[in-house]
């Protein structure tokens, strides 16, 4: 995928939202919709055409051009799966996660970004409703506390060799040491 600003990719992103509500896209709609001035728009839109992402005639509507579109699709994609991470599992309200997921979408590593479809797709695929860690996390990330379920640390816990439950059958020691994630922090 050509490499793009954050702020072209927000007007593809914009355009293509845009005009899937089944309108003509015009420069007013996109400014308003960006919060941006029209000549700002405008200047945005001029280069995009350049590019060959954008068709525009001056006072015209805009449309992608078919390598515009995969662009935006791409972008669209990445910005609703960021969406849904910070809202659903994280437990941000949707103003909060749509706003973050502007601001982490055009920073984001691919190999991040996979990462993070990745455990979507796991989270739908998986056939517990939540599994409990993720249960665990709802509660801890809405209470500050451990529910009654998790084990805990100190007089009476369960060792941690025994907290298998959470890891499906694998003991935390070869977990911690084969896990993918370790050293992409």
């Known amino acids: 995928m050509m490499k793009l600003s954050p702020s072209k990719e927000d007007y593809l992103k914009a355009v293509l939202i845009l005009g899937s509500k089944g309108k003509f896209v ?13 000549p700002s728009a405008v200047a945005a839109i001029k280069q995009l055409a350049r590019e ?3 068709y525009h005639e001056p006072y015209g509507h805009i449309e992608l051009t078919d390598q515009g579109f995969k662009i935006a699709k791409v ?24 706003r973050d997921a502007c601001r982490v979408e055009h920073n984001l590593s691919p ?20 599994p409990r860690c993720l249960a665990a996390y709802c509660h801890y990330a809405a209470t500050n506390s451990l529910p ?7 007089k009476g816990a369960i060792p941690k060799k025994n907290w298998e439950w959470c890891y499906s059958g694998m003991p935390v020691e070869s977990r911690e040491q084969s896990s993918p994630y370790s050293h992409e922090v």
């Open 75 to 98: 972008i669209h994609s990445r910005h609703k799966a960021l969406v849904e991470f910070l809202s659903r599992f994280l437990g941000l309200d949707k103003k909060a996660a749509e």
């Open 111 to 130: 190999q991040a970004m996979k990462r993070i479809v990745k455990f979507l797709q796991f989270l739908e695929a998986c056939p517990a409703h939540k």
């Open 148 to 154: 009654d379920s998790c084990p805990r640390l100190g």
């Open 26 to 38: 015009r420069i007013t709609d996109l400014a308003n919709h960006l919060a941006v001035k029209p």
């Open 52 to 54: 060959g992402l954008v």
